[in-house]
């Protein structure tokens, strides 16, 4: 397949250089595999000789086998004084065994003189003879200069002169680097034309680009579009050193969608958003809601002419179709929507109210007064769904309270809290009083409410709570301040997210509780009603 931009992936490398950012072997591995499948060209695994995980990962990737992509090994060139046959770095990236080695060396006339501390011929030399040693082994050499955009308006002829011994040796890609991430996009085609015209027509320019400025993806998309770059380099999500490395998510959406540059295998830009999720799931990092193309927020709409457009044609206020890149629409409700938010809503979660208009303006007026009472549907769609089916008379109560208390006791200076909740409940005609112990009160409620159900409800044992969050909605109130508590609870198959508002935040947990049990209960009873689990009543 032809290509015009050739994807090199520096996520493993420059990507693990990011702050909160670290992979075990193993992931590393992983992430290989599915930057391969995904159908990117090149892959930087590290630099080898750096840490003991490098060359571990580069050992294991001995007997690992890629289908598509091409294993890179990133090093410098060798040390002044030496030769290159006899620096171990140089040695070290040989001993990987890749097909690809990448290596940087100084472009910019400040560092040749204040960190390398050598003479610009000596600089030219270092370059010239790591490239052709290695070229000489077998290798396919990438060439990365660094800090050149800087070095180029430092000494324009001096950077090229560093670039042009890279080519001599035998570098099969030049790529520009801006290493301090301070380029703007307006300079990036001149010095891209410099750079074609000082190496020749068929030398293939690549760059790198970072992100201090926050124009790293535009910088990368002038480099291809005006500037003729033929391979770019970047990382999953932006992931790098300081602000980050250009983010290939947009690149690669850009490149192939705004400018019909073909950058991947035929129909793999559909996997474009589980990638972003994968590699964040990964690293542990929470995927950014709002990264162009791939968040969870791009294709969100929650006021009520826009989705009330969006339902008529979505390129009203969609620039791309969020399936191209393996996203999906979202329809939020809250206080700014309208009919069309809740008839949208209530599609997605398969619910018919296109004979229910009355039913549907009751849902709006009712969503409308209870978010101005501190309630956020948008968040908790499990809750949203309840006050739709309650509305149309499609919900039952699986169980009624009686009461509960709570308690909280400390016994000694340095003995820990310790909580109690006593509740008493209406299950199928019959009272139940249970009582649990919790790390605290609402760890104490769930246990207890639960305890009480799990007899007619075995399902719920396999429920969890897995976040907790409470925001303060009037903090001027102080102490007495209505608070919003959002519970996701999960069955280990899905999750799902409720909502409760009160001044007391207990009352507000409860009320997410109950929501989150109802919800589940309800789904079980639409699946099969004949075979649900029970048929209570309060």
């Known amino acids: 397949m032809k290509k015009d931009v050739f994807i090199y992936d520096t996520t493993l490398r420059d990507g693990e250089q990011g702050e909160f950012v670290a992979y075990s072997l193993e992931d590393k591995v992983l992430i290989a595999h599915k930057l391969d499948e995904f159908g990117i060209d090149y892959i930087e695994g590290g630099w080898p000789g750096s840490n003991p995980k490098a060359m571990n990962f580069f050992e294991c990737m001995k007997t690992e086998k890629l289908r598509h992509a091409r294993l890179a090994a990133f090093g410098s060139t060798r040390r002044k004084s030496t030769t290159a046959g006899e620096d171990q770095q140089i040695l070290m990236l040989l001993d990987a065994a890749t097909p690809v080695v990448t290596i940087f060396g100084k472009a910019w006339d400040m560092h040749v003189r204040e960190a390398l501390r050598v003479s610009g011929a000596e600089n030219l030399a270092m370059i010239g003879d790591s490239v052709s040693f290695l070229r000489e082994h077998g290798r396919e050499v990438i060439y990365d200069a660094e800090h050149f955009f800087d070095g180029f308006k430092s000494d324009p002829a ?3 002169d560093t670039l042009k011994a890279a080519a001599r040796a035998g570098a099969g890609c030049i790529v520009l680097c801006d290493t301090n991430g301070g380029a703007m996009p307006t300079e990036i085609p001149a010095i891209m034309r410099a750079v074609r015209d000082a190496l020749g027509a068929g030398a293939a320019v690549g760059c790198h680009v970072h992100n201090d400025a926050g124009m790293a993806v535009a910088n990368t998309i002038m480099a291809v579009v005006e500037g003729g770059a033929v391979h770019v380099q970047g990382t999953m999500n932006g992931y790098g050193e300081r602000c980050g490395n250009a983010d290939l998510i947009q690149v690669i959406a850009n490149l192939e969608l705004k400018y019909g540059k073909r950058c991947l295998p035929e129909g793999r830009l559909r996997e474009l958003t589980p990638l972003a999720h994968f590699i ?7 995927p950014d809601p709002r990264q162009p193309y791939a968040g969870q927020c791009v294709f969100a709409h929650k006021g009520g002419i826009h989705v009330s457009a969006v339902r008529r044609n979505p390129a009203t206020y969609e620039h791309v179709a ?47 007064e209870m978010e101005a009472g501190g309630y956020q549907f948008e968040a908790a769609e499990a809750s949203f769904e309840l006050l739709v089916k309650k509305a149309l008379g499609k919900h039952r109560s699986f169980f009624g309270l009686t009461s509960f208390r709570v308690v909280v006791q400390r016994s000694g200076p340095d003995v820990p809290c310790a909580a109690e909740a006593i509740i ?18 609402v760890n104490a409620l769930d246990r207890a409410l639960r305890k009480a159900l799990v007899g007619d409800y075995p399902e719920l044992s396999n429920v969890r709570l897995t976040d907790f969050k409470v925001r303060v909605i009037d903090a001027q109130c102080g102490t007495a301040a209505k608070v919003r508590v959002l519970i996701t609870s999960g069955d280990g198959e899905k999750s799902w997210t409720t909502v409760g508002v009160s001044e007391n935040l207990i009352e507000a947990s409860w009320q997410a509780l109950v929501d989150s049990i109802d919800y589940l209960l309800l789904k079980i009873e639409e699946a099969d009603p004949r075979t649900a689990t029970n048929q209570a009543r309060p």
């Open 322 to 368: 969020p399936e191209t890149v393996g996203n999906t629409r979202r329809v939020l409700v809250s206080e700014l929507s309208g009919q069309s938010n809740v008839y949208s809503k209530a599609e997605e979660l398969g619910i018919d109210l296109s004979t229910a208009s009355g039913e549907t303006k009751r849902v709006v007026k009712q969503m409308k």
């Open 158 to 160: 001096y950077a090229l």
């Open 280 to 286: 964040a799931e990964v690293a542990n990092i929470n």
């Open 424 to 441: 008493r409940l209406t299950v199928n005609g019959e009272d139940r009083h249970c009582v649990a112990d919790g790390d605290g009160p």
